[in-house]
């Protein structure tokens, strides 16, 4: 069954076409970063205009290069949810258009479930059960992955996302939006251990994150020194905030995954192709005895495949919308 998706959450325009929930005949993403660079972050009215100018012609590219016409696609799965509602919207919009011109299904795919689907696409094997670190710019979850359409949040953020904790504490070092790419790359030649920084925890819910105190800490640090005329080492700071952000998301999961008893480790979102993050469980799991789980680098972004895995999945489990689907802003994994 092919599936056409797509995806317009956040500041990629993404369309592909997605056999069976595992095979991707194309993949096409129109980025906006650079647009968004000059601001230092995403700018959503930008965000959505950019979608309105991109979708067309994305969709047509991603047809092509999997050749294939409309006629081939059985489904049409659109992200309608959590994300800029502006930007939602296009995609959600362009979706239904595009469903009532062919009569094909409309399936609603939560933005989150389909991070997690991209490991589908990098490990064919990979199937629920599992225990899954949801890691982006917006969220930073634990997640059980009971099945492919249900699943239970074990912890999450108490403040900040892991993401949006890496861009803002990169901002102010400096560094281009999206900074946790940036940092993560200037950390590599950074000590983790050159600034003592906080392991912030949340009494009683040993599975949660707080990473704003961690945040305030580094920017702290920063703006005391350029007080005194000070300028401390980028890659220093960049690796003692990484090895901390690391130090809390790998310590929470692996005990998440001991107290529940679950073997088979799964990352997801956007942090997931921090280098530290990767190598930490990599070692850990090992030690542990537990299968892990990552996708690929690339499939790491926003990008339409993963979509299209999801939809897939949902589509099986009669998740199909009618021509009053609206995008939602925020909306729990655990929705339905
Ligand atoms: O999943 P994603 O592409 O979009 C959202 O759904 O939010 O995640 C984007 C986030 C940004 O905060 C970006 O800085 C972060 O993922 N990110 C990274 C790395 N690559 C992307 N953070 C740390 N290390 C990386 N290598
Ligand atoms: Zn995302």
Redesign the pocket.
Known sequence: MKILAIES??D?TAVAVVEDGRKVLSSVVATQVEEHRLYGGVVPEIASRRHVEAIEGVTAEALNQAGVTMDDIEAIAVTHAP?LIGALLVGVNFAKGLSFATGKPLVPVH??RS?IASNYISHQDLKPPFLCLV?????SHIVMVEDYTKMKIIGRTRDD????A??KA?RTMGMP?????A???VAENGNPLAYKLPRPTVDGCPYDFSFSGLKTAIINLIHNASQKGETLPVEDLSASF?YA?VDCLATNFIKAAKDFNVKTLVT??????????RRRLEEDCKKNGFALYMPD?KL???NGAMVGSQGYYEYLDKNIANLSLNAVATLPIDYR
Do not use: Q, T
Not at 135 to 139: N, P
């Open positions: 959450s956040c990629e994300g933005h989150l991070h890691v982006s710019g917006g969220h996302a892991a993401g949006e890496f861009d990169a939006y999206p900074g946790g790419i940092m993560d790359r990484r952000v997801a979102g956007g942090v997931s192709a921090n280098s530290l993050l680098k790491c972004g926003d």
